[in-house]
């Protein structure tokens, strides 16, 4: 009779659809009864004669563009140009080499956290809506989000974009860990500098960078002597509540020259604006999406010789939340069915809690640097709540008991991934010659997620579940850079790794999966890299660049059919795609004028998905390839002394190039999944003396996202046949949100007042549809009604 529940339970979508409060990371992602949220969606696919005159379109708008900045320094005042002066160098090592900005031939967007919290903007998010190519998707928590760069979707469960600290890589590789959506924000941390690297950087980062890196630098500690400071933030949500952020640095050397000591730290009250409404299995409550969470980073570093250097960094961040900021909607048209900030989801309470423990050591021996890197992260992931409108008449019927008798269905879950990381790297000193680096890298991570469903007051067990998965990698590269003259310069890199990959499930009842003995695999991958820069001038770089990236294999889990048989693949294979990148940076007006931009085509072959088997899924590899490409594009003025703008705009088409029916079910050429074709963004910061001693300023930024689907359409195939998506969709519209900050600067101190989302602006930020044919009912997530805040800073 267990077989029989067994066959039967498989057909729904399974236990854990609505596990965590996150939209985008649902538990049951390291499970075989995964959601919907990171799977994919495509746009339609374009022609070769189409995409000749998108290349000639872009092409054009390029030379508008440039030739608007050549219009601007012709005819600025001589005069004026005395007075004031350009925008400062900013130098950036995502090449892993110090080089400046306008020099590096990678498309690469830098940010000072400290620009953004002035105003009010302390996560990641807050500043990737400003930086051209890069799309954040998703709720207002600080976990459970997904970054995607240029046209590379977050399709599968391996992460697309990587994720550093300094030179350490952070969160999980392997495919059930939630990597993608337990990104690590460390905006609020003791950051000096966030690097944006976008494209593949297979070679110089290694796996899950396909679309590119985010690269957190953090701060030195003080080597002039003890400094420091503390900020408060405090503000107020529409529809929500009174927020708080406090913070704090203190630095000072030791021995001077020779050891210094930085601690920072900050805590964080988010109030929330979602009230859950009295339908909900737990009752009603007010401000739900509500979080708390904290940080703290401690870095020593230190020179015993002159050629000998290390740091060691500590951090320690920890979320607690008891929910999302979602809503239930329903349609078509879709509105919210509870009202435009309600929801009738029950509670659900998560802590995320994070440690990393990394030692760096350089040795100088005068023709080049050795360095070692070694760390070690430890990232748990728990949540309880009450699942019984979902799942109370599934236990019914694996019970046997009658309707309603279920009242409470507890569910607890946990995924825990713990990773060791040592990489060593040989690097010859800079010579305008030949320079070159050469190092390998060893990885080692483990993770288990456990979960467990109950249905009272009988207490009937329905899922005990313990699944452990692993991925170990070793991997060599190298890079070589030749310059055949000063202004013109060749690249090229290679990486070679070696992959291991196991999974194993024990589930005690054995009602909705049977037990899996661990199951392993192996794999081979190469990356490559090829780039070409030339420099006619000082203000201006040209380059083309060639790369490849990848996500690594993974042994899968089983779903088992109707019959009980296996209808998963036993491998989630190895996914690949190359990138074909040629852009021009450079400096105009004496540098008061700052362009970047970029045109990318990429080819993506075997992308990791999730599949489905009559409405559960597992991991696997679609049957059709995908086609991307698109342009980017930033440009700076300093319009006068103390003004600046900076403005961006990014366009980006991805298209399956086959009927997809493998797995999820789409035609071919659907929109892909959460990436809006169009972005753009503007902001604007004047600094003006107020008196003698008191300087003002102002900061304003207005930002545009296109509309964007959040599943599959599907309809009559290429060869007659009707394809039914097990993605539904629905349409995510366009918005524009503004937001503006005024503020003092008094000797150390600084006090601001901002307003974010000025014009209240009501609209989805990301969503997902349940994956059920004819489906009615979806969730969104709202983007944050205005808030109004202060912030008070002191430096000392």
């Known amino acids: 009779m267990a077989s029989d529940h067994r066959r039967f339970v498989i057909a729904p979508t399974l236990i854990l659809h609505k596990i965590s409060i996150y939209e985008n990371i649902f538990i049951n992602e390291n499970f075989v009864a995964m959601t919907i949220h990171n799977a994919l969606v495509w746009e339609e696919l374009m022609a070769q004669a189409k995409y000749r005159q998108f290349l000639a379109g872009t092409s054009f708008i390029a030379l508008a563009t440039l030739g608007s900045q050549v219009a601007y320094a012709q005819n600025a005042p001589a005069q004026e140009s005395e007075e004031f002066s350009g925008f400062e160098e900013i130098t950036i090592t995502a090449s892993r080499r110090a080089v400046t900005l306008q020099d590096t031939a990678l498309s690469v967007t830098a940010i000072n956290p400290e620009e953004f919290s002035v105003n009010g903007l302390t996560k990641l998010r807050d500043v990737i809506d400003f930086a051209p190519g890069v799309h954040y998707a998703g709720g207002g928590l600080p976990t459970g989000n997904t970054i995607t760069m240029r046209g590379v979707s977050q399709a599968g469960r391996a992460s697309t974009v990587g994720i550093y600290l300094d030179d350490v890589p952070l969160g999980s590789s392997n495919s059930f860990a939630a990597g993608p959506s337990l990104h690590f924000d460390a905006l609020s941390g003791d950051v000096e500098r966030v690097e944006l690297i976008k494209g593949p950087q297979g070679t110089l980062y290694g796996s899950s960078s396909m679309g590119g890196v985010v690269r957190y630098i953090t701060k030195d500690p003080s080597s002039n002597g003890f400094e420091g400071n503390v900020k408060a933030d405090l503000s107020a949500t529409k529809e929500g509540g009174f927020n708080t952020n406090f913070s704090g640095r203190i630095s000072s050397p030791i021995i001077k020259d020779k050891l210094g000591i930085s601690v920072a730290g900050y805590h964080e009250h988010f109030d929330g604006f979602i009230d859950r409404i009295a339908a ?22 230190a020179n015993p010789t002159e050629n000998l250097s290390g740091n060691f960094l500590f951090v320690h961040t920890d979320v607690e939340t008891s929910g999302a900021n979602t809503v239930v909607i329903q349609g078509p048209p879709y ?11 029950g509670e659900n309470d998560l802590n995320d809690e994070f440690t990393l423990y990394a030692g760096t050591l350089i040795y100088d021996f005068g023709w080049g640097d050795f360095t070692s890197s070694t760390s070690y992260q430890d990232r748990v992931n728990s949540n309880a709540a009450d699942l019984v409108a979902t799942f109370g008449s599934l236990i019914e019927l694996l019970s046997g008991g009658a309707p309603g008798s279920v009242t409470s269905a507890p569910f607890t879950g946990l995924i825990k991934t713990e990773r060791f990381v040592q990489e060593i790297r040989l690097t010859s000193k800079e010579n305008q010659s030949f320079e070159w680096s050469i190092g390998g890298i060893y990885s080692d991570e483990d993770s288990s997620n456990i979960q467990r469903l109950e249905g009272f007051p009988s207490g009937f067990l329905a899922l005990d579940v313990d699944l452990g998965s692993g991925v170990e990698e070793f991997a060599l590269f190298g890079n070589g850079t030749y310059y055949l003259n000063d202004n013109f310069d060749v690249t090229v890199g290679a990486r070679l790794a070696w992959i291991d990959s196991a999974v194993s499930l024990i589930d005690g009842p054995g009602l909705i999966v049977a037990n899996l003995p661990e199951t392993s695999s192996s794999d081979t991958v190469d990356t490559y890299s090829f780039t070409a820069r030339y420099r006619p001038n000082p203000d201006l770089s040209l380059y083309a660049r060639v790369a490849s990236g990848y996500r690594p294999e993974n042994a899968n889990l089983p779903l088992l059919d109707a019959s009980g048989n296996n209808a998963a693949p036993a491998i989630i294979a190895t ?12 400096a105009l007006a004496d540098s008061k004028v700052n362009y970047d931009m970029a045109l990318w ?14 409405g559960a899924s597992t991991g696997g590899n679609a049957n059709s390839d995908v086609t991307a490409y698109g342009f980017e594009g930033s440009l700076s003025v300093q319009v006068s002394d103390g003004f600046q703008l900076i403005s961006s705009l990014s366009y980006s088409h991805s298209t399956l190039d086959d009927d997809e029916t493998a797995g999820f079910g789409a035609l071919a050429g659907e929109n892909m999944h959460l990436l809006p ?8 910061t004047y600094d003006f003396p107020l008196t003698d001693k008191v300087d003002g300023f102002v900061n304003a930024g207005v930002r545009y996202v296109g509309s964007k689907d959040t599943g599959y359409e599907g309809g009559v195939g290429e060869d007659g046949t009707t ?6 969709n629905f349409p995510i519209e366009d918005y524009v949100t503004a937001n503006v900050s005024f503020g003092i600067r008094i000797g150390s101190v600084t006090a601001s007042i901002y307003a974010r989302n000025i014009f209240d602006k009501y609209a989805f930020t990301g969503g997902s549809a349940r994956p059920l044919v004819g489906f009615t009912r979806a969730t969104a997530n709202v983007l944050q009604p205005r808030t109004v805040g202060a912030v008070f800073k002191v430096d000392f």
Request: glycine content about 8%; aromatic content about 14%; overall charge negative.
């Open 723 to 728: 394809i039914t998506p097990l993605i539904a």
């Open 575 to 586: 996914d690949t795609l190359w990138s074909y990148e040629v852009g021009a940076k450079g």
């Open 677 to 684: 074709e169009w972005t753009a963004s503007i902001r604007g």
């Open 280 to 301: 909900s299995p737990t009752g009603a409550a007010v401000d739900v999406d509500s979080f708390n969470r904290y940080g703290i980073y401690a870095k020593m570093t």
């Open 601 to 614: 085509y990429i080819d993506w072959s075997n992308l990791q998905v999730v599949t489905f088997v009559n």
């Open 335 to 345: 509105e919210p069915v509870n009202g435009p900030y309600s929801t009738d989801e």
